[in-house]
C-alpha cells in the first residue's frame, strides 16, 4: 500500500514486515572499492531490480564521526537493497575534520570542492558502469551525523543529482561545529539550500526528502529533526499532513512518521534510539541502532513510492498467447490487458531460422482478447514474438515461442548463438539464444569454475547466473541438450576481479600478507593503498600485486576471491562467532574499533580505547596490540578464549 494512500490516516499504526539480517542474499558486498574520487568504497549489489522505473537505485549512505564504513556491513543495508533493488554504496570521507567527521561546517560549498565533488563523482561513476544497471532517475544519497549534513549540503548543491535525500540526526544545513554537540543553532534551511543550488533550482521541484533522529538522542540536539523537515518542506512548497502514522517491525521496533503534501517529505522519530543509524533488528556495529526500524529499508520504500522522476506507468501484460501453424500460415492468439490505462495495439513479429516472416498489427476486443494470421510462409522454423503497447507509448514485455511451418526436418542439434557475459563484482551472468529446429529441447546448463547451473529459458534466450567466481580467468561452457540427446556446446572466456584494495597494514590485518615480504611491500607502496588479487599457486592461493612484487604466504584459496572486509579485520564477513561459540582477534585497538569490537574515547591523537560491551580498558593506544573475545559477537573482552 503506497503511503500517499495513508497521508490523512491521523495515528494509524503500519505494521511493516520485519525483514532480519540474513547475509544469505544473492548479492554481494565488494569491499574497499576506488570510485569516485574514494580510496575506500563498500558496494553492495543486489540481485533484485527497482520496483518502479528502470533498472536498479542507488543509495549512497554517509557515515557518522568516529565511525567506521565497516559497520554499515552490519545494520542490514543489504536487506533494504534486495527488497527495493538498490545498490549501496558507502564511502570513506576522504577530507575528513574532527573526530573523522565529514567537514560539512568548513571549507568551501561547491560542486567542485572536496568530498562534494568527489560524491558526485561516486554517483555519476556507479550510474555510467553498466553492470550496476542504475537509473539516473533513481540516484539517492543519505547520511548520519556529520554525514546527514554533508548528504543534505550535496543534495542541496546537486539537486540535478540526486533525486532523494535521507537526514538522519544531522545538524542543519549552514549550521558549525559548535551547534553539532551543543544548544541547537537556528538555521534557514530553505535560505541557506537554495543559494547552494545555484543554476541547478528547478530541480527542487522533483526532489524529495526523508528527515529522522532517535527520540532518544543524547548527542545531537533534537531540535534539528522538525528543523530540517521544515526548512526542505519550505524549499519544496509543501504542507505538513494532519495526525501521524506508527511504522511497526515487530517486537517493538517502531518509530513515529510525519508526512507532508505529494510525499515530497518525511520526518521519522526513532522510538527508543540514541544517537545512531537506526538498522533495526539484527543491526550491530559502532552507533548502528538496533531498537527502531530498519531506516535503509524505509528510504527504499519512500523514495520508490514518491520519486517525482521516474515514469510511473505500468507497461501493459500479454498473457495466454498461442501460435499455431495452420498450413503455409501461422495464426496467433491471446489477451492483452493495462491496469493503468487501455491497450493500444498489438505487435506480432515472426522471424524464420533461414529468413523471411511476417510483421502483423492488430487491436484487443471488448474483453482483451486479440488474434491475427501470417501471410503464406515458406517451410521453416519461425520465433513468434508477441508485444503490446499501451495509451501511454508503454510497451510490454514480448511472450516468445517457436513454430514449425512445413514437414518436420530430420533431427538435429539444438543451435546456439549470441551468447555473452555481464560481470558484477565475483558474479557472472551469461546468456544467449537457442534454437532447437525440431522443438524438442530438453535443457540448457552453464557450467562455471563453481560448478552447473541450469539456465532459465524464455522462447529462445538463455541465461544463468553464478557468483562466488575465483578471481582471475575463467571460462563458462553452455551445453543445450534435446529430448533425443542429441546436443551443442559454446564457450565464453572472461576475468573477475576479485582483488582487495588497502594499505600495507591493513593488508596484513587482514591476513593477506605477513611480516615475511614487508619491506618489498613497502619501499614499493609504503602507507598509500595498493590492490592485491588472489592468485591460485600448486593447487593453494596467494595475494599478490599486479608484477607478484609484494606477495603473502601461500594458503588455502579462499574460494570468493577474497572476500574479506576490506583490511580493517580479521576477515570475518558478518562478525558470526565460529561453530564452538567463541571468536578471538589480535589486531591492534584501531582495527578492533572499525571492526566494532572497541570504541575510544579523549584526546583524539591519543585516544582510550575499551571492549565494545564489556567496557574493560586496552592498552597501548591507538596501535596498542590486544587479543579480544566473544561468545555472541556483541560483548568483547581482553584476552582469547577460554
Known amino acids: 500500500m503506497k503511503r500517499s494512500a495513508l497521508r490523512a490516516l491521523a495515528g494509524a499504526t503500519l505494521m511493516v514486515p520485519a525483514l532480519l539480517a540474513s547475509n544469505a542474499h544473492a548479492g554481494a558486498w565488494q569491499d574497499n572499492q576506488t570510485r569516485g574520487g574514494f580510496n575506500r568504497v563498500h558496494l553492495y549489489t543486489p540481485d533484485t531490480v527497482s520496483p518502479v522505473g528502470s533498472g536498479r537505485a542507488l543509495l549512497i549512505v554517509l557515515h557518522g564521526c568516529t565511525q567506521s564504513i565497516d559497520v554499515y556491513k552490519n545494520a542490514n543495508l543489504d536487506d533494504a537493497a534486495e527488497e527495493y533493488g538498490m545498490v549501496v554504496a558507502v564511502p570513506d570521507a576522504m577530507n575528513k575534520a574532527g573526530f573523522s567527521c565529514w567537514s560539512y561546517w568548513q571549507g568551501s560549498k561547491s560542486r567542485t570542492a572536496g568530498d562534494y565533488k568527489n560524491?558526485?563523482?561516486?554517483?555519476?561513476?556507479?550510474?555510467?558502469?553498466?553492470?550496476?544497471?542504475?537509473?539516473?532517475?533513481?540516484?539517492?544519497?543519505?547520511?548520519?551525523?556529520?554525514?546527514?549534513?554533508?548528504?543534505?549540503?550535496?543534495?542541496?548543491?546537486?539537486?540535478?543529482?540526486?533525486?532523494?535525500?535521507?537526514?538522519?540526526?544531522?545538524?542543519?544545513?549552514?549550521?558549525?561545529?559548535?551547534?553539532?554537540?551543543?544548544?541547537?543553532?537556528?538555521?534557514?534551511?530553505?535560505?541557506?539550500?537554495?543559494?547552494?543550488?545555484?543554476?541547478?533550482?528547478?530541480?527542487?521541484?522533483?526532489?524529495i526528502a526523508s528527515i529522522a533522529q532517535g527520540d532518544a538522542d543524547s548527542t545531537v540536539n533534537l531540535c534539528y529533526n522538525?528543523?530540517?523537515?521544515?526548512?526542505?518542506?519550505?524549499?519544496?512548497?509543501?504542507?505538513?499532513?494532519?495526525?501521524?502514522?506508527?511504522?511497526?517491525?515487530?517486537?517493538?521496533?517502531?518509530?513515529?512518521?510525519?508526512?507532508?503534501?505529494?510525499?515530497?517529505?518525511?520526518?521519522?522519530?526513532?522510538?527508543?534510539?540514541?544517537?545512531?543509524?537506526?538498522?533495526?533488528?539484527?543491526?550491530?556495529?559502532?552507533?548502528?541502532?538496533?531498537?527502531?526500524?530498519?531506516?535503509?529499508?524505509?528510504?527504499?520504500?519512500?523514495?520508490?513510492?514518491?520519486?517525482?522522476?521516474?515514469?510511473?506507468?505500468?507497461?501493459?501484460?500479454?498473457?495466454?498467447?498461442?501460435?499455431?501453424?495452420?498450413?503455409?500460415?501461422?495464426?496467433?492468439?491471446?489477451?492483452?490487458?493495462?491496469?493503468?490505462?487501455?491497450?493500444?495495439?498489438?505487435?506480432?513479429?515472426?522471424?524464420?531460422?533461414?529468413?523471411?516472416?511476417?510483421?502483423?498489427?492488430?487491436?484487443?476486443?471488448?474483453?482483451?482478447?486479440?488474434?491475427?494470421?501470417?501471410?503464406?510462409?515458406?517451410?521453416?522454423?519461425?520465433?513468434?514474438?508477441?508485444?503490446?503497447?499501451?495509451?501511454?507509448?508503454?510497451?510490454?514485455?514480448?511472450?516468445?515461442?517457436?513454430?514449425?511451418?512445413?514437414?518436420?526436418?530430420?533431427?538435429?542439434?539444438?543451435?546456439?548463438?549470441?551468447?555473452?557475459?555481464?560481470?558484477?563484482?565475483?558474479?557472472?551472468?551469461?546468456?544467449?539464444?537457442?534454437?532447437?529446429?525440431?522443438?524438442?529441447?530438453?535443457?540448457?546448463t552453464v557450467t562455471f569454475a563453481t560448478g552447473d547451473v541450469s539456465a532459465t529459458v524464455d522462447g529462445v534466450q538463455y541465461s544463468a547466473r553464478a557468483c562466488e567466481l575465483p578471481g582471475g580467468a575463467n571460462s563458462a561452457t553452455v551445453a543445450a541438450t534435446d529430448s533425443g540427446g542429441l546436443s551443442a556446446t559454446d564457450q565464453i572466456d572472461f576475468n573477475i576481479d576479485a582483488g582487495q584494495t588497502a594499505t600495507l597494514d591493513q593488508h596484513i590485518a587482514a591476513g593477506r600478507l605477513d611480516y615475511t615480504n614487508y619491506a618489498n611491500c613497502?619501499?614499493?607502496?609504503?602507507?598509500?593503498?595498493?590492490?592485491?588479487?588472489?592468485?591460485?599457486?600448486?593447487?593453494?592461493?596467494?595475494?599478490?600485486?599486479?608484477?607478484?612484487?609484494?606477495?603473502?604466504?601461500?594458503?588455502?584459496?579462499?574460494?570468493?576471491?577474497?572476500?574479506?572486509?576490506?583490511?580493517?579485520?580479521d576477515g570475518d564477513d558478518d562478525g558470526t562467532p565460529p561453530a564452538s561459540g567463541c571468536e578471538a582477534v589480535s589486531a591492534y585497538n584501531y582495527y578492533h574499533k572499525v571492526a566494532g569490537r572497541a570504541y575510544s574515547t579523549g584526546n583524539a591523537l591519543a585516544p582510550d580505547y575499551f571492549a565494545q560491551g564489556s567496557d574493560q580498558p586496552m592498552s597501548g593506544s591507538t596501535w596498542g596490540l590486544n587479543t579480544l573475545h566473544s561468545d555472541d559477537g556483541s560483548v568483547w573482552e581482553l584476552g582469547s578464549c577460554n
Open 522 to 569: 613497502y619501499l614499493e607502496y609504503g602507507t598509500a593503498t595498493f590492490k592485491l588479487n588472489q592468485t591460485p599457486l600448486n593447487g593453494q592461493c596467494q595475494w599478490q600485486d599486479d608484477d607478484a612484487s609484494c606477495t603473502g604466504p601461500v594458503v588455502a584459496c579462499s574460494g570468493a576471491g577474497g572476500g574479506d572486509n576490506g583490511g580493517e579485520d
Open 119 to 207: 560524491l558526485i563523482n561516486l554517483a555519476n561513476d556507479l550510474k555510467a558502469d553498466s553492470s550496476l544497471n542504475i537509473d539516473p532517475n533513481q540516484v539517492y544519497i543519505a547520511g548520519l551525523s556529520s554525514g546527514a549534513s554533508f548528504a543534505n549540503t550535496t543534495a542541496c548543491l546537486a539537486p540535478d543529482v540526486f533525486a532523494g535525500v535521507g537526514v538522519s540526526a544531522g545538524p542543519s544545513v549552514g549550521t558549525s561545529s559548535s551547534g553539532a554537540l551543543g544548544p541547537c543553532e537556528q538555521a534557514n534551511v530553505q535560505a541557506n539550500c537554495s543559494s547552494l543550488a545555484g543554476g541547478y533550482q528547478s530541480a527542487f521541484e522533483t526532489q
Open 226 to 444: 522538525q528543523q530540517n523537515a521544515d526548512g526542505m518542506a519550505a524549499l519544496y512548497g509543501v504542507s505538513e499532513l494532519a495526525g501521524s502514522n506508527t511504522l511497526n517491525e515487530g517486537a517493538g521496533h517502531t518509530a513515529e512518521e510525519h508526512l507532508w503534501q505529494d510525499g515530497r517529505v518525511s520526518m521519522l522519530w526513532f522510538n527508543g534510539l540514541d544517537h545512531a543509524w537506526s538498522g533495526g533488528a539484527g543491526a550491530s556495529g559502532s552507533y548502528i541502532g538496533s531498537v527502531s526500524i530498519n531506516y535503509a529499508r524505509y528510504l527504499g520504500g519512500f523514495f520508490a513510492d514518491n520519486n517525482q522522476r521516474v515514469d510511473r506507468n505500468h507497461p501493459p501484460v500479454v498473457d495466454q498467447v498461442q501460435a499455431l501453424a495452420n498450413g503455409q500460415s501461422i495464426e496467433v492468439s491471446g489477451s492483452a490487458s493495462d491496469d493503468d490505462g487501455s491497450v493500444q495495439s498489438v505487435t506480432v513479429l515472426i522471424d524464420g531460422l533461414n529468413g523471411g516472416g511476417d510483421s502483423l498489427t492488430t487491436s484487443v476486443d471488448a474483453n482483451g482478447q486479440f488474434q491475427a494470421s501470417s501471410a503464406s510462409l515458406a517451410d521453416d522454423l519461425y520465433t513468434v514474438a508477441v508485444s503490446a503497447t499501451d495509451n501511454s507509448g508503454a510497451e510490454s514485455e514480448p511472450a516468445i515461442q517457436t513454430v514449425r511451418v512445413g514437414p518436420e526436418p530430420a533431427p538435429a542439434a539444438p543451435q546456439l548463438s549470441a551468447i555473452s557475459v555481464s560481470l558484477d563484482g565475483q558474479c557472472a551472468t551469461v546468456s544467449g539464444q537457442v534454437v532447437d529446429q525440431n522443438q524438442n529441447l530438453d535443457s540448457v
